[in-house]
């Protein structure tokens, strides 16, 4: 069940001793992309380094935390992202652009945080939508000068709102492009598609940090 307003989210427990454990995004992601393939028993998968680690406040002490009373035990949501065809999958955001600087930029996220950047200072881990940030889509482009002054703002969450970043709350979006876009998962490049479909997936895995 995903979380509800003014609610506890996550449970005490602890992770399982053969329980996978990420440091990375990159590790968190392809943990996910074995057990949603098949190739790894579906099981929690303990955090210790990452975005979503530092989304749910960094907690200090590594495995040994993961596997004492003091660990929490949560669902999350995942991004399924077919781009020309082929599915992947995301644990805390996809962007698609070419350039941070000129040209369209969509950015879907599940979570506040990509990096040092709140790009959906209202996303929530286990909230069940993707929060969709676009300019140069539906809308006419940020500027240049506006870029270099939302890129300031990124750290904060307060480049939105702006008249010219269109910001959705849906459960999937898709977009057919001029040409084709770079695609980053969780902050990690993939590589290029101009037809692009992400869906929230509710609930689709579980994190222990």
């Known amino acids: 069940m995903t979380v509800r307003r003014n609610q506890p989210w996550g449970t005490a427990g602890a992770l399982a001793e053969r329980a996978p454990i990420a440091m990375s995004n990159a590790e968190l992601r392809v943990a996910i992309a074995r057990q949603r393939s098949g190739d790894a028993p579906a099981m929690p998968i303990g955090l210790t ?52 600087w000129r040209g369209p930029v969509v950015a879907a996220m599940s979570a506040e945080a990509f990096g040092r950047w709140r790009l959906a200072p209202a996303a929530h881990p286990n909230d069940g939508r993707l929060h969709v940030l676009s300019t140069g889509v ?29 910001v959705r709350r849906v459960q999937r979006a898709q977009y057919l492009f001029d040409r084709p876009l770079g695609l980053w998962l969780d902050n990690e490049r993939v590589g290029r598609c101009r037809e ?9 895995a579980v994190i222990v940090f």
């Open 196 to 204: 692009l479909t992400l869906t929230i997936a509710p609930d689709a």
């Open 49 to 100: 380094g990452g975005d979503l680690w530092r989304v749910v406040g960094a907690p200090a002490g590594g495995a040994d935390r993961l596997r004492s009373e003091r660990a929490r035990t949560a669902p999350i949501d995942l991004i399924e992202v077919n781009a020309d065809g082929e599915t992947h999958w995301a644990c805390i955001g996809a962007v698609a652009r070419n350039s941070w």
């Open 138 to 166: 539906d809308q006419p482009a940020l500027g240049l000068a506006q870029r270099i002054l939302a890129r300031r703002r990124l750290r904060s969450g307060t480049h939105v709102p702006h008249p010219a970043i269109a």
